[in-house]
């Protein structure tokens, strides 16, 4: 019995092994604290973005045409305080709301399968159901002359009766400090919006707001000329990956 009760207390912590023990989960909590915190953020940050998007979609003055492509895409631009210079793209796509919402958010990872200006993109954090952190790396092409770009964003959905806003800003992230050999980009605002077509609820209305900081020694006068060729670049392989879709 006695040298059962010794192994007993002797297995117990000491007040300094107590103590360390204490510290350990006392640290676990700040770093859940942290990342709450971070989470919340990451939401606010999203939400903020929509909030600003919502604003500039609101404006019906001040929309210069930029280019207007053979299906329809038309390109506006105006000049904002904060922003500078944010590139407005309408267009009208032959798939139903879902399946846009579902290419553009839910499987955003497998984008650089059929957007050949992405090499990478990765979702480094899910917060909830709407709000996601990511990491993009744009595609090295010969000739390219903006070069390989890197993006750290948050990406936030809203949806509203049938529409659906799927926005996106520059963030910092632990998960993802600068890399070696790329340049750090910066998404200012990104807001695609998702709206069935009237009268045809096959179709959606796809409004793009685009505004981006490229950085780097490049000229505002050719990153001007090459954010709206973007967009319509996108379209274009996005048209060709949902008829892919539709015929399989």
Known sequence: MEATSAAHFSSLPTPSRRLSQIRQRKKKTQDEMFSEIMELSYVNQGEAALHEALGILQQQNGWQTETYQGKGELVLSTVLPRLGKVFRMETVLDVPVDQLYYELFEKLEQM???NPTLSRVKILQRI????LLTHEI????????IGQRDFVSVRHCWKKETTVY???????????????GQVRAESGLSCIVLQPLEGDQRQTRFTWLLCMDLKGWIPKS?????LPQSQADFIRYLRRHLSTTAHL
């Open 112 to 114: 650089p399968e059929w």
């Open 138 to 145: 744009t595609a090295q092409h010969p000739g390219n002359l």
């Open 128 to 131: 909830g159901k709407d709000t």
């Open 222 to 226: 050719i990153i001007n000329r090459l």
């Open 166 to 180: 799927l926005v996106g800003t520059a963030t910092h992230s632990e998960f993802m400090p600068m890399q070696k």
